[in-house]
């Protein structure tokens, strides 16, 4: 069997592109299928019966895809080999009614998504992204990439203790975004706006899923650009890695015993349960269909489920170095210090000893270091769609990530060679 291909740099030149590319979890995985397709992998709709044959497919579903690479001749009990992420970050959402405005200005009401750092999104440059739902009953992308935006801040001077007392932010009255100027408010005008941009007719859009972002694009920072800042790196850092680490390992062909899977669901942020989100039936689903139409029976897909790893790949803290104290005193993930294991014995992340010598066999086999995280015993743990995928299929799943700062903020930071060591590493485990 040759080596692994080697991801370098080049890697996390790509993932820039991709997060620039992916303000939302719909165009997310709309770029994810586009890399899958130049790939060889082919879609299939969730509404048609699906064959037996081999090779790449993929499913879509809102912001969440499910892609998995049949080698010739599998059998119907092979188990699956699971990269797991998802594609939500935190931010600002759409209200239904989204046109308001008081004293001359226009604004736009918004709903928090998620647990985001809400002064992160003060005084930003915003741009407007997500789903149009048409009256025809289709759906259409739109982006508007240019600043548009913006949550003001209150100035010092009318605010003299923040810098003492800490800034506090209502959710409601203070976060809602500026876009004009104007006369009263008028319902409708920003679907209208979006109509427009999009070259739609007007009252064509019925419906829509509409998030904000950060306009300012990625970049390497540091003396001798060690460091990537950009947004949503929660957690499309790890979708991009997980894509990138399919369609190498589907470059195998029929030399994998297993058959590597990328699930990249939506609605994690706020506990992943929908019909995209990772408590969803999607993913066993899918599993079970792609067993059934290689004419298998409950008990290979038993079996199957029975030998099924998963890589629940997410996010992690690395040690800050103004906040030491914040982290466990014997676990300090560092930035470029390779991917971290995510450990908590109260199963708020699912890795065990049995996991933990799954992923240090790829890493070994990667040639990757790689970290354990354990939260400081003082401060509660975060979770992923890692204790839920076990949960809910029955697959022994191990929690792993890249080390960052700044997580849920606007704008996050991580090591530029980090991405490409966990692109790797996720790799070496597809293959098996």
Same mark, same amino acid.
């Given at each position: 069997? =040759?080596e ?14 991709f ?14 299928a586009?890399?899958?397709?130049k ?23 809102g ?35 989204p ?11 918004v ?21 149009? =739902?048409?009256?025809?009953g ?55 706006f ?43 850092l ?73 890589l =629940? ?7 800050h ?23 908590n ?11 933990r ?45 890249v ?21 790797n ?8």
């Amino acid at each position: 069997m =040759s080596e692994p291909p080697r991801f370098d740099r080049g890697h996390t030149d790509d993932l820039m592109s991709f997060l620039a590319a992916s303000p939302t979890p719909y165009h997310a995985v709309v770029n994810a299928a586009e890399r899958l397709e130049k790939a060889g992998f082919r879609q299939v709709a969730e509404t048609d019966a699906w064959d037996g044959s081999s090779g790449g497919k993929y499913v879509l579903r809102g912001g969440a895809i499910i892609a998995w690479y049949v080698p010739e001749g599998a059998p119907a009990h092979t188990p699956f080999r699971i990269v797991g992420a998802h594609t939500d970050s935190p931010n600002l959402r759409v209200k239904p009614r989204p046109d308001s405005g008081a004293h001359g200005w226009r604004q736009v009401a918004v709903e928090i998504y998620g647990g985001p750092l809400l002064n992160s999104w003060l005084d930003r440059d915003l741009g407007l992204a997500g789903r149009l =739902s048409l009256r025809d009953g289709s759906t259409r992308l739109v982006n508007v990439d240019r600043p548009l935006l913006r949550v003001p801040q209150l100035a010092i001077h009318l605010d003299r203790s923040v810098n003492a007392d800490g800034l506090k932010l209502d959710k409601q009255r203070h976060m809602q975004p500026v876009w004009g100027m104007g006369g009263d408010v008028r319902d409708g005008d920003l679907i209208a706006f979006l109509e427009e941009t999009a070259g739609l007719p007007s009252g064509e859009v019925t419906g829509w899923d509409l998030m904000v972002h950060s306009v300012e694009p990625p970049a390497y920072l540091g003396r001798d650009r060690e460091l990537v800042a950009g947004p949503r790196m929660d957690n499309l850092l790890s979708v991009h890695a997980g894509t990138a680490a399919l369609t190498a390992a589907a470059g195998r062909g029929t030399g994998l015993s297993h058959i590597p899977v990328l699930a990249a669901f939506d609605h994690e942020e706020n506990g992943s349960q929908s019909d995209t989100g990772a408590d969803g039936p999607l993913l066993g689903g899918v599993l079970e269909r792609s067993v059934f139409a290689r004419g298998g029976s409950y008990e290979d897909r038993a079996r199957a489920f029975a030998g099924t790893v998963c890589l =629940s790949s997410d996010t992690g803290h690395a040690v800050h170095p103004n906040y030491a104290e914040r982290h466990d005193p014997t676990h300090h993930p560092r930035i470029d210090g390779g991917p971290i294991l995510k450990v908590n014995v109260n199963n708020r992340y699912a890795t065990d000893g049995s996991g933990r010598a799954v992923f240090a066999a790829a890493c070994e086999k990667a040639d990757v270091p790689f970290q354990s995280f354990v939260s400081n015993n003082a401060m509660p743990c975060g979770t992923t769609i890692g204790p839920i995928t076990a949960a809910r299929h029955g697959i022994r799943t191990v929690d792993i990530g890249v080390a960052i700062l700044s997580m849920h903020s606007a704008r996050e930071l991580c090591g530029a060679n980090d991405p490409f060591l966990l692109a790797n590493a996720l790799v070496a485990f597809l293959e098996g």
